[in-house]
């Protein structure tokens, strides 16, 4: 009995211990973000299925390229953050616009209630990810893209950027609270939602996640979701509806990666 | 070598410095900046008033982006408290968030102890007294108080 009581006794931690084995071997076989491969390597995964194979070959009529981003439940807001930057960095105007509203965004978090002297950490981080990908550079959108790679591949950077998304994304949860409570399922109030299902690193993104990030930054998504659903068409998403997306990913259930249209 | 969570963890010590929560205190151990010393002075108003308890806070290369593991050194009756001085605490399990700081962490511990959860128990016996027989379980505590004067 007594020994039984010991290893009930901290349960908790061993369940914790045991994800970080699990979460360790996943970081140790895949990068954060992948580099870029022709769309149809996803046949690989799929050998011989044939609704997967037909959905795929209709996803390869409309994108060439593929990115994968790690499955450590942070990999919607990497996607997204990589993919928006990527994007960024191509266009000086929208990279200035965004810089602005990154650089005001503490601001409006310290408004909003988030504790000023650690937010302050994830936002001068995040400001010299933004700085260090400045199209700008007199060497080229090359030049910046593979310093962009870099950063997100670094932990410490990469992670840094999805906090603070997070963090933006739990701060707009709360700015339009009455909206957003409409989209939660469950007996969840939206600050409960915000403090279990957005602001802790590796919590699954869902599309409430995607609709606030949205609204928060300005800018549009479509999410292409291929799964074992009907007809061999993938169907797709925009986020929000009706707005022409920057960012293109694909969502396989449980999983987004990056994707490059034609 | 600083790495992110060295950094923050300087940051979080400057803090707690400059800028102390009562009846909290913390501090890195003389060679490692990734292991803490902390007390917590019992909160006023309730059983645990006087106690001054000891604790220990470990935390890995991954802090901020998750929780360190926090242990009672000084022996804790409490609802939340296992035996072996872990403690049930959702914001250092499934409500972690990186905005949390060591002052954010030991000040949240502090008001477990003022305001125990007795439906997550890590201690049964402390739960049901907590519930059943309040006068039982501040006797309880009372004798871990005062052995916290001598630990």
């Known amino acids: ?262 | 070598m600083s790495t992110p969570a060295r950094r923050r963890l300087m940051r979080d010590f400057k803090r707690l410095q400059e800028d102390p929560p009562t009846g909290v205190s913390g501090a890195p151990t003389d060679n490692n900046i990734m292991i803490w010393n902390a007390v917590i002075f019992g909160p006023h108003d309730t059983p645990f008033e006087d106690g001054t308890f000891k604790l220990t806070i470990e935390f890995t290369e991954e802090y901020p982006n998750k929780p360190p593991t926090v242990r009672f050194v000084s022996k804790v009756f409490h609802p939340n408290v296992y035996a072996d001085g872990g403690i049930c605490l959702d914001i250092l399990q499934n409500r972690w968030s990186p905005t949390y700081d060591v002052s954010a962490i030991l000040t949240s511990i502090q008001s477990l102890l003022s305001d125990p959860n007795p439906n997550s128990p890590a201690n049964s016996t402390a739960a049901q007294l907590y519930k059943e027989n309040r006068r039982e379980y501040e006797k309880r505590v009372k004798a871990c108080v005062e052995q916290s004067f001598i630990d």
């Open chain 1, 1 to 262: 009995m007594d020994s039984f009581k010991k290893n009930d006794g901290n349960r908790d931690e061993l369940i914790i211990q045991q994800q970080r084995d699990i979460e360790k071997e996943i970081s140790d076989s895949t990068p954060l973000v992948g580099e870029q491969l022709p769309l149809t390597c996803l046949w690989a995964e799929y050998n011989g299925d044939d609704v997967f194979t037909a959905k795929i070959q209709d996803l390869a009529k409309k994108y060439k390229f593929i990115r994968r981003t790690r499955p450590d439940g942070n990999c919607f807001f990497r996607a997204f953050a990589y993919s928006y930057m990527e994007y960024l960095i191509s266009n000086n105007s929208a990279y200035k616009e965004f810089q602005k509203l990154a650089e005001d965004s503490k601001d409006k978090l310290v408004e909003l209630g988030f504790p000023s002297f650690t937010l302050e950490d994830f936002h001068e981080t995040f400001m010299e990810v933004i700085r260090r990908v400045s199209p700008d550079n007199p060497g080229g959108y090359n030049k910046v893209q593979s310093e962009l790679h870099k950063i997100f591949n670094e932990q410490g950077y990469s992670d840094y950027v999805v906090v603070y998304l997070r963090l933006i994304t739990s701060g707009k949860l709360q700015e339009e609270a009455e909206f957003y409570q409409n989209f939660i399922e469950g007996d969840f109030t939206i600050e409960e939602f915000r403090h279990q299902e957005v602001e802790p690193m590796f919590k699954e993104s869902d599309h409430i996640h995607i609709i606030a990030l949205c609204a928060a930054l300005g800018a549009g998504v479509r999410v292409e979701y291929l799964d074992r659903g009907e007809g061999c068409i993938v169907k797709a998403h925009d986020f929000p509806e009706g707005t022409e997306p920057t960012i293109y990913l694909i969502y396989r259930p449980g999983h987004y990666d990056i994707l490059y249209p034609n």
